[in-house]
Structure formats: C-alpha cells, structure tokens
C-alpha cells in the first residue's frame, strides 16, 4: 500500500529491525593481540584464563595483628586475651619468622601472614599495653580478615570470557595476574557520506541556503562511542552517479554504510536507488513510524547494511541509537548482554537486607536480573581486598550519605559501569 506521495506506508521501529537482522548474517571480525593497556573498550576474542592463584600468600585485609586465632577465643572488653608483640611485618616481605602461642605480629593491610598464625585482629579490636603487649577485646575465627591463597582467583579459572567488552577493572585484574596481553577483536569501521547540494565543510563561510555539514561530526563521535571507527569520506552532490561510486568505494572497506541526507522523497534523493542497484537485497524499508526520522532507509547490500539517514541532525542521533547501534552491536562480537546498558544509572530493587553506617556514602557491588518483570540488584559480597567481584558486577547500588542501610525488595539507584 503506497502513501499520497507514491512511497510505501511506513512500518514499526520492531518491524524494521526484524527486517534488518533477519536478513543480516553478522560474521566475526578479524582479531589481534593488544598490551592490556590498549585493551579498554575492546571485545576479547578468546577466553582468559588464569596464569597463577591470586593471592598466592595468605594476605592480611585489614590493618592489625597478625595471630593464631585460638590465642583470641574468649575474648571480651572485660576479660581480654594478652598477647606478645615479637615481629612487624613489612609490606612486600616474606617473614622469615614463625609465631609460637601468645605471640604476634604487627601486620599492614596486604601483608603477608608469617607461619603459625592464621587470622588477624584488627586494631579497633586492640588495646596496647605497652611495646611489647597488647590486649585482644574481641576474638577472631580462623581465616578472618584473611584472603586465602587462591581464593580471589585459582590458577585455570576462566577470568573473563570471550566477547567480553574490556572495562577499566579488567585492565586490572589482568595485570593483577600478570597478563599483558589479550586478543580482541578489530574494531568495525563505518563510512559516513554526507549529501546535499547545500551542505558544506565546517571551515567554509556559508551562503544564502547553505548549511554546514553538522551530521558527519555527529556521526563520527557516535561511531566512536559505540566503538567503531569512522571513515568521514566528504560531502557530495545529490546526483546518482556520484553517490553510486562513492558507495561502492565505501562498501569495499568497511563494515557499515551510513549516508547522511538524500532519504526523503524528491528529485535529486537517490541514496534508496543507488542501495537497490548496488546489490541484494537492497533496500529493506524506507520510511519508519519514528518522530524524528521518519524518512530513514535501511538496507543490506551483499551483507553490509547501509542506512539512509534524514539530514535533521536530531533524527540522526535518534535513527543512530535506535537502529545502528545494536547492529554495530551484532557486528562487533559483543555477547548477548542480558541488560541494555546506555544509560548510567537505573533503578532496581535490592534483593536483601544491607546494613551501612551513617555518614558516608556506599557503594556496593551488584548484579542485575529480572524477576517478575521486575529489575532486582543482587549484592556481591566479599573481603574488600577481592577485585574479580568488579568483574562480576553490573554496577554499583547506592546508600546514601544518612541512610543506616536498606531492605529487601528497597527501590536504590544503581549506577551502571
């Protein structure tokens, strides 16, 4: 059925991204190995697994003393347990001593635990007597305020999995683990051609009529922050022979077309018949139930999509969003997320009880599922010292400054990493 204009009606945003996906056949890009350091924002290629434990030391988590656990049992303010200072480990130190019963050693967050002790007490639970004695008023179980070897990360344990997009934790869970290097994908690159008569470059003085070319910047930052590569190739006339060879160039080396005016119904708008001429299958649609981009054209030319995007630099941001995105998304190797997460922040239900002391802030580790339609932050739970719980997060839910904690099934703000 056509409109009053002779053009075919308009279809729905989900009918038209059905229409794109189910005639794109995505194939994974090639792949390179990067330092870690050139890694932020890039889709590993490969499973990473792990090289070494993590810590490979018993390694204290709190500042305090170093102790055998049994020496602190029954320990009270009223009735302390007395124990012997004799050693002070140094950060970075292997000590080359052993604690017999009674005695300790004056420990920093990280230090590594000496033989004979299995705990540490933290100092807010001591009291010194003098230099060489202190008074226990609180008792330790053993393996408290202590990571395990291993217990953050066991060698062989598959760290971070393929398709994975890099984030600023990962850098550092991999040089945690002495890993430099990572395969990744290669960034898709994406062809922005800008047509109009009336368009010119930015640095140019404009004439009566002329606009400057605002959508091919857009464009390229957009690319940009979906983790493409722009390809700006110029502004050119809206005639059909020069829009045809500039994007059959465009086709050979890259991933994604993006032609920037040219898709309304006029004269001298070609961009929907150079897409049918240039290959299979062509234009998809043209014309979306979308305001703004309305005029917007997609189309697959011998399984590169090519989108004819509206000049009005606001329906070019939308039509981005909306359509191009998740195909770069597709294109890119990226897993499946469960979660779109473009926006920061969300509001979600936590999904137990999490207690916090009054004045400050908190930020506690989460992940996110659906649950009755519902979108529930589920708190990740560790020793502070443990960083792969960054890895499992999604975020991080917020107590505010005055809140002594929130309940179960409590609305908070999580802000998305």
């Not at 002329?210 to 005639?239: M, T, W």
């Not at 050979?252 to 049918?276: F, M, N, P």
């Not at 560790?382 to 975020?395: E, N, V, Y």
């Amino acid at each position: 059925m056509r409109d009053m204009l002779g053009r075919e009606e308009v279809i729905t945003v989900e009918s038209a991204l059905e229409l794109i996906f189910s005639n794109l056949s995505p194939k994974l890009p090639p792949e390179r190995s990067l330092k870690i350091d050139e890694s932020y924002g890039r889709i590993l290629s490969r499973d990473v697994f792990s090289p070494e434990d993590l810590p490979d030391f018993s390694r204290s988590t709190v500042d305090g003393f170093a102790v055998s656990a049994s020496d602190t049992f029954g320990a009270t303010e009223g009735m302390p347990a007395y124990l012997n200072i004799r050693y002070e480990i140094l950060m970075g130190k292997e000590p080359d001593f052993e604690l017999k019963k009674g005695e300790v050693a004056k420990i920093a967050t990280g230090g590594m635990l000496p033989k004979g002790a299995d705990a540490v007490v933290m100092l807010e639970h001591t009291q010194q007597i003098d230099e060489g004695m202190i008074e226990v008023v609180k008792p330790v179980a053993p393996g408290e305020n202590v990571i395990q070897p291993g217990e953050d990360v066991k060698k062989g344990d598959c760290v971070l999995k393929k398709g994975h997009k890099m984030r600023p934790q990962d850098m550092g869970v991999l040089a945690g683990l002495g890993i430099n290097d990572v395969w990744v994908y290669e960034r898709q690159k994406g062809s922005i051609v800008s047509t109009g008569d009336e368009i010119v470059p930015p640095g140019r003085p404009v004439k009566p009529g002329q606009v400057r070319d605002i959508n091919s910047y857009n464009l390229a930052g957009l690319l940009l922050d979906a983790g493409a590569i722009p390809l700006i190739k110029g502004i050119f006339k809206d005639e059909y022979n020069i829009i045809r060879d500039v994007v059959e160039k465009s086709l050979r080396d890259s991933d994604i077309v993006l032609v920037s005016g040219g898709s309304s119904v006029g004269t001298k708008d070609v961009t929907a018949q150079v897409i049918d001429d240039l290959g299979r299958p062509g234009v998809l649609f043209h014309g979306v139930s979308l305001k703004p981009g309305k005029p917007l054209i997609g189309g697959i030319v011998n399984n590169i999509p090519i989108f004819g995007l509206p000049g009005h630099p606001a329906a070019v941001s939308v039509c981005f969003e909306i359509f191009i995105r998740p195909v770069l998304r597709a294109l890119s190797g990226l897993s499946k997320v469960r979660f779109k997460m473009e926006k920061r922040t969300i509001k979600a239900r936590i999904a137990r009880n999490i207690s916090s002391s009054p004045g400050r802030e908190e930020h506690i580790g989460v992940y996110l599922e659906e649950r009755g339609g519902e979108i529930w932050a589920v708190p990740i739970l560790g020793k502070s010292g443990l960083i792969t719980t960054l890895i499992r997060a999604d975020g991080t839910a917020v107590i505010p400054l005055r809140k002594l904690g929130v309940e179960e099934g409590e609305i908070v703000e999580v802000r998305l990493f």
